[in-house]
């Protein structure tokens, strides 16, 4: 069992920036594709941005160009950098972890962007 524990969520106003992280308890970290979903009320799931456990990075259309993921293997971490931030970006956003067939997902984080 892999766990996932984000933090850096929190409520600021549109054009500004948040940095979420996430810290995950895999022993081979490296392995794992590590993703970033967020939920807003009402609506489902979405994919906002991927790191391939290989290399490589996918984003959503709707936040390309302003959120970068990140990793960092030696620590188990891994980042969205959210900038010029927008009310339809307002959602919980989960870590996810993948491998092959698993799937992880942390507790989520709220980001609220609202002037």
């Known amino acids: 069992q892999v766990q996932l524990v984000e933090s850096g969520g929190g409520s600021v106003q549109p054009g500004t920036s948040l940095r979420l992280s996430c810290t995950s308890s895999?022993?081979?970290?490296?392995?794992?594709?590590m993703g970033w979903y967020r939920q807003a009320p009402g609506k489902q799931r979405e994919l906002v941005a991927v790191s391939i456990s290989g290399g490589g990075s996918n984003y959503a259309d709707s936040v390309k160009d302003r959120f970068t993921i990140a990793r960092d293997n030696a620590n188990n971490m891994v980042y969205l950098q959210m900038n010029n931030l927008k009310p339809e970006d307002t959602a919980v956003y989960y870590c996810?972890?993948?491998?092959?067939?698993?799937?992880?997902w942390g507790q989520g984080t709220q980001v609220t962007v609202s002037s």
């Open positions: 996810n972890a993948r491998l092959f067939t698993l799937w992880y």
């Open positions: 895999a022993r081979e970290f490296w392995r794992y594709d």
